[in-house]
């Protein structure tokens, strides 16, 4: 049952692609990078520099007043103009799924096969996954790191204990389960490592609670600062796109776009917040979407009852977005086997090294 919920209205980022291809041939001007364009950071300088110590004039930078007025806001409905709101579909939830009792659920018209459950997680839930993603996670086999330059220490367990953060900081994404090769944007059979059964346990929890069957093989946990962005993709590198994908969000807050087949189509806008589940299923598989605008909403540190590791975890997330992205490689008719047979681009070679990013 769906009940409609109409409420009363009222310098450049660094890149990067979290799977799938961002390209796209355009028959017509390209609406996605309209928008993409419209919400990304921006800054401008003090046409009147100011000098340092050194004598050295610098010009200071400010941040410009950016209008978020059509982002769909789930969380505060009253901030929705009148025709977003018109758009807000709230989905009843089923009794007997496990989503606790603040959650919510809502589709969005127009964005057929996205479904958004807000609040899903719970405060210490969102600490849980965080720890989980910075001091287990950040040390996967497979990251942005250990892809240019082989095995890495632990640089986590070098911030929390020293407070040096640099090393850390160059982190960008780590691969569970079936690795993604960025350069060949494929999955390989033989690059594996063992997926979370915690992960996979709470992803299948939101997919259930939708009627969505999910066996999750693989994820992408995604470690943005307040500058950084997703450029516009299709996450079509898995071998079968009938599971959906699971998302969660930590930290700061982020602007979503979610466009459809084409670029050509302008995309609908969407606050995701820290605790909030978003699922991609149906239709919305195919479509392109990017995240081009991440803000810091949210204060997360000041807590005195935190161990030692906690504060840090908090400290981080007081600028930094976290994003898990849940996903299925196989199902049973499309398969690596099945894959290889038929000569499937998407299956990639068995190269161990030469991964990398296309993030700025």
Request: charge should be neutral; aromatic fraction near 8%.
């Amino acid at each position: 049952m769906q009940l409609s919920m109409a409420a009363s209205a009222t310098a450049e980022p660094q890149q990067r692609v979290c799977g799938g291809t961002p390209f796209s041939c355009l028959d017509g001007p390209d609406l996605f990078r309209v928008e993409e364009k419209r919400y990304r950071w921006k800054a401008s300088f003090d046409s009147a520099p100011s000098t340092n110590r050194s004598g050295r004039r610098r010009h200071k930078q400010q941040r410009l007043q950016q209008d978020f007025s059509d982002v769909i806001d789930l969380h505060r409905l009253s901030n929705n103009t009148t025709t977003n709101a018109q758009r807000i579909v709230a989905r009843k939830k089923d009794s007997q799924s496990e989503l606790r009792d603040e959650a919510r659920v809502w589709n969005v018209d127009g964005c057929d096969g996205l479904t958004i459950i807000t609040h899903a997680l719970s405060d210490d839930e969102q600490l849980h996954w965080a720890r989980e993603c910075l001091a287990s996670y950040s040390n996967a086999a497979h990251t942005n790191l250990s892809a240019l330059n082989g095995p890495q220490p632990n640089h986590w367990a070098e911030a929390a204990s020293s407070g040096e953060w640099m090393a850390f900081h160059q982190l960008h994404w780590a691969s569970l389960g079936y690795h993604y090769n960025w350069t060949q944007r494929t999955y390989a059979e033989s690059q594996y490592s063992t997926f979370p059964p915690a992960l996979a346990a709470l992803s299948t929890r939101f997919s259930s609670a939708l009627s969505l069957e999910l066996t999750p093989s693989a994820a992408l946990v995604n470690y943005y600062s307040l500058q950084s962005s997703m450029l516009a993709h299709v996450d079509n590198a898995e071998l079968s796109m009938l599971p959906p994908i699971v998302s969660l969000s930590l930290g700061q807050s982020a602007i979503f776009l979610l466009g459809a087949e084409t670029k050509t189509v302008k995309p609908t806008a969407v606050w995701l917040r820290s605790g909030d589940v978003l699922v991609m299923g149906g239709p919305s598989r195919r479509c392109y979407h990017g995240v081009p605008r991440v803000l810091k909403e949210r204060q997360w540190s000041g807590r005195e009852d935190d161990d030692t590791e906690m504060s840090c975890v908090r400290r981080y997330l007081d600028t930094h977005r976290i994003n898990v992205n849940i996903r299925q490689v196989e199902d049973a008719q499309h398969t690596f086997a099945s894959s290889h047979a038929r000569g499937d681009a998407r299956v990639g070679d068995e190269v161990a090294s030469g991964d990398r990013s296309s993030h700025g």
